[in-house]
């Protein structure tokens, strides 16, 4: 007879996120995307978000906004677009429980964004506050970027797993990740482990 022992009660589960860079994983990376004409979704990204969800994952895009620091474009026109890229994912089935992002620049900032924040990955600031906000579990928490800052963040947030879609960082990062060739390769690795 199993005693149970060691299991957690019901109860004591915290959910769990799928943690996603926007530019490089979510949209093809464009430069600075700000403009409904100019997003294209990355082959995997609906099937890979549907399922997450099936699988008890909060879905929470976590994205540095230089754009928005060097003054390409304003808040407000992340936040549209935003409410267009959530009613596309909607269509195909996929809701998103966060978008967090940080418009801050330590360097290339203009006036009130020139500044360090803990939400600009490497930071791990908007993965904390997805924790505080939703209740999920870091360490069973896993992260999806295409750039050795999400990777970084992603390792000292103490996530389960971290990819590296391939592409952007040629030379590899330093930490702890798996790199992958497509955003099916994380989909396979969610559906292994349940």
């Known amino acids: 007879m199993n005693s149970g022992a060691g299991v957690k009660p019901r109860a004591e589960i915290k959910p769990r996120a799928l943690f996603l860079d926007r530019d490089g994983v979510v949209n093809v990376e464009v430069g600075y995307l700000h403009r409904v004409e100019d997003v294209r979704f990355v082959p995997g990204i609906f099937s890979l978000c549907r399922t997450a969800m099936g699988l008890g994952y909060r879905l929470v895009v976590v994205t540095n906004q230089a754009g ?25 089935g996929v809701e998103l429980d966060a978008v967090y992002h940080c418009p801050y620049h330590p360097e290339h900032g203009v006036g009130e964004y ?3 924040h803990e939400d600009r990955k490497p930071g791990t600031g908007m993965l904390r506050r997805a924790a505080r906000e939703f209740g999920v579990s870091l360490a069973d928490s896993v992260m999806v970027g295409d750039r050795c800052s999400d990777i970084a963040a992603a390792n000292s947030a103490g996530l389960r797993e971290a990819f590296l879609v391939a592409g952007t960082e040629g030379a590899g990062c330093g930490g702890r990740y798996l790199a992958v060739r497509d955003l099916g390769e994380v989909e396979r690795w969610l559906l292994e482990r349940g």
């Open 68 to 92: 928005i620091a060097r003054g390409f474009y304003t808040e407000a026109d992340f936040e549209a677009l935003m409410v267009w890229m959530r009613g596309a994912l909607r269509v195909e």
């Open 114 to 116: 020139r500044r360090e």
